[in-house]
């Protein structure tokens, strides 16, 4: 009984393990890391420059007139600003904004700075300063444009995004121009083409950072994504082997003894089939801790150059042989020239036997004939991977189960241990390849794995 517990307590952890560590998804915790970021960027640097940008304004504005009290329409708009900041500030301060709402409440923050800005250069051409000389017809808050541009840093995380915003801005700072009054001649003059020769250079500096930050963000993210797989995995492979050891004695001797029953018993004893499925879960349970440890170490064992054509041509002639045809056909293409590759071919072709095998026993339910088709190319590239691509015209997969096909013990099939795909995806990252697999556009699933080529300098 104290094995048995101890076997179930390692089951139990080895199942959360599997279920914790390979569910990760990389776009939700990408999304989840930058979410945490961007709060700590807007309550440590750009709250504290919001309110920097109002102090400075509101004194610049009563300096250059000569510190009178502001008019009702600017004071109503420095108090509205200065309270939407202060809500904002309670917000982040008091720790009442989730993941979820950060990057739309700092969209919101972004668009009243637009908003302030935009109608304080508005009051100041309609409300100048009397003694004021100006160089250029427009407001010198236009300044203030090129912190929002400079702000996109942090919130906006593709270029394309930062540059419609840039390019927004310069809009808006030509209209203000237009609010002066002054004629149209005077938006060609020296200073108006510098401000914004000014405005653009710097939405291009800005375009060119957001874009290395995102590259960053992104290495950085994938990099965290496979440590945490790396630890998940040392985790599983250590557990895979304390569980192996504690169950394959006990199961040997369960499936020697209903063999040797079933034998003594005779084909005449009623308890003969009881003992031939005692039998058969019992190699079963055998099978899933053969491939539970395989999928623990995936390692390349044996190194060699060889040609995927005529692995997948083996690999198919096996899985299509003459018993499957009829009802399940498999055709496939060669796209020019294949150059070999280089990895433990066995373990590729047990790779590829996992997906084929799993599409041909989706297919042989199906009332209407099966086919799948299976395409070798080289992508484009003198060093460029190759790719294999499988599609079939059976159900096809829902979005939701393609995220999780490839973890350990997600299953849809009856008496399916779930482990096939994950070893799969396991071996092919081992060989420093990939491998996706999505519903297609038209019918069925479609699936792409990509190995490097072989080298000279290998």
Same mark, same amino acid.
């Given at each position: ?103 739309? $409440? ?40 090129? $912190? ?47 401000? $914004?020769? $000014? ?260």
């Amino acid at each position: 009984m104290s094995l048995l517990r101890s076997t179930d307590s390692k089951i139990d952890l080895l199942s959360s393990t599997a279920s914790s560590g390979f569910a990760l998804r990389s776009s939700r915790g990408a999304g989840r890391e930058y979410a945490r970021w961007l709060g700590r960027v807007e309550g440590k640097a750009i709250l504290p420059m919001k309110w920097g940008m109002l102090v400075m304004c509101l004194l610049y504005w009563l300096w250059v007139r000569d510190w009178a009290l502001p008019t009702t329409a600017a004071f109503m708009l420095f108090f509205i600003y200065a309270a939407t900041t202060a809500a904002e500030h309670y917000l982040f301060a008091a720790d009442r904004v989730t993941l979820a709402q950060v990057r739309p $409440l700092v969209f919101v923050s972004y668009a009243l700075d637009l908003i302030f800005i935009t109608l304080v250069i508005y009051l100041d051409t309609r409300e100048p300063p009397l003694d004021l000389v100006t160089v250029a017809p427009g407001s010198d808050f236009y300044i203030l444009y090129l $912190l929002l541009i400079l702000r996109g840093f942090a919130l906006f995380r593709t270029a394309a995004e930062n540059t419609i915003v840039a390019g927004l801005i310069s809009i808006l700072f030509v209209i203000s121009l237009l609010w002066t009054g002054q004629e149209l001649v005077a938006l060609g003059s020296k200073a108006v083409v510098l401000r $914004l020769a $000014l405005i653009w250079a710097i939405m291009l500096l800005a375009t060119f950072i957001v874009s290395i930050v995102s590259r960053q963000q992104e290495e950085v993210l994938r990099v965290r994504e496979r440590l945490v797989k790396s630890e998940g995995l040392a985790a599983l492979g250590e557990l895979a082997a304390g569980v192996a050891h504690e169950i394959n004695n006990p199961i040997g001797i369960i499936k020697t003894y209903a063999e040797y029953l079933r034998r003594a018993a005779g084909e005449e004893s009623p308890h003969h089939e009881d003992y031939e499925i005692i039998q058969k879960e019992a190699e079963r349970c055998e099978k899933i801790v053969r491939r539970l440890l395989d999928f623990a170490n995936p390692n390349v064992r044996e190194v060699t150059e060889f040609d995927p054509k005529a692995l997948i041509e083996e690999v198919v002639a096996f899985v299509f042989h003459e018993k499957a045809k009829g009802k399940v056909s498999a055709r496939v293409e060669f796209e020019g020239k294949i150059p070999p590759i280089r990895g433990d071919a066995g373990q590729i072709k047990q790779a590829l036997l996992n997906v084929l095998i799993n599409a041909r026993q989706i297919l042989s339910k199906m009332e209407k004939p099966g086919e799948v088709l299976i395409r070798l190319r080289q992508l484009p590239g003198p060093r460029a991977p190759i790719e294999i691509t499988v599609h079939d015209n059976g159900p096809g997969i829902s979005p939701e189960d393609a995220e999780r096909a490839f973890e350990p013990f997600f299953t849809r099939r009856d008496g399916g241990t779930g482990l096939g795909l994950a070893i799969t995806r396991r071996i092919i990252e081992a060989h420093d390849g990939s491998i996706e697999i999505w519903p297609a556009a038209n019918e069925g699933t479609s699936c792409a794995i990509t190995l490097p080529i072989s080298t000279e300098e290998e």
